[in-house]
């Protein structure tokens, strides 16, 4: 059986797919030949990440397709009721991420209470002649300790993260879905297991009383931004917000209308709206720390990812 990783796939991945009888190929298919890809080559299975969508029209022009895989979380860029209802097996990878996702956050949130991502910029520049200058405008960075980080979406990745924060000795907050009214976390520290119970609270009290703000849920059913211009000025003054969620999930217009304000000292993006080009005026915005969808994107992960993904299809289809 023929196996497409289009977005790619670790070697673990692969190896251990080919050791149960698969055939994996990761030359990648453009968008606009998917279909004619698919059934040429004979694929019982794709894999995907960010980069390829698999629409309906997909489905139903590939009828040898079994299984559509997604390497990582978020299954935006798949109709996946639709698969499934046709009878394909529809699948992604949580779990596997979540490390990786959380520390691209926390590394986020030193940045910004540290004004690092500006340093960065302007010391190569003007560090020489204006050193004592640059110094001085980066001595009022703060500590991240006993600050608030308010956690929008509590699954694998904002729970990781806020293991982290915790362990930071930050205060945590979060709202999610369900009906869950806190949730224990578990944390591994030198060895010993700490549990610390954390307390769900409403998006109202989230947004007034957090110094930082970390996303980790798509745009609304609807497709409106979760944080908007009405979310933000709930917002406490001075605060910072974390998208390594979806592109959307934070309204970009009304984001650069704060950051110019003053009202949202800095934001850090790893997705943005139109990806894979988002908007020059946001990636060149000084108050933006910018990365290209990168969460995910580190050795262990992609490991981690491959393996998973390997496992359940042999599970699937074998």
Known sequence: MRILANDGISPSGKAKLEANGFEVVTETIPQENLTSGINEGGFVGILVRSATQVRKEHMDACPNLKLIGRGGVGMDNIDVQYGRDKGLHVINT????????AELAVASLFSMARFTYDANRKMPATGKEEFKVLK???SKGTELRGKTLGVIGFGGIGQTLAKYAIGLGMN????????????????DIAGQSVKVTVERTSMEDLLATSDYISLHVPKQADGSAVIGQTQIEMMKPGVGLINTSRGGSIDEDALIAALDSGHVKAAALDVFVG?????EDVLSHAKIISTPHIGGSTVEAQDRIGVELADQIIALLK
């Open 94 to 101: 949580p779990a596997a991420s979540s490390q990786s996702v």
């Open 136 to 138: 001085k405008s980066y």
């Open 172 to 187: 945590v907050k979060y709202v999610t879905k369900g009906e869950r009214p806190s949730t224990i976390l578990e944390l």
């Open 275 to 279: 990806e894979p080009a988002p908007r």
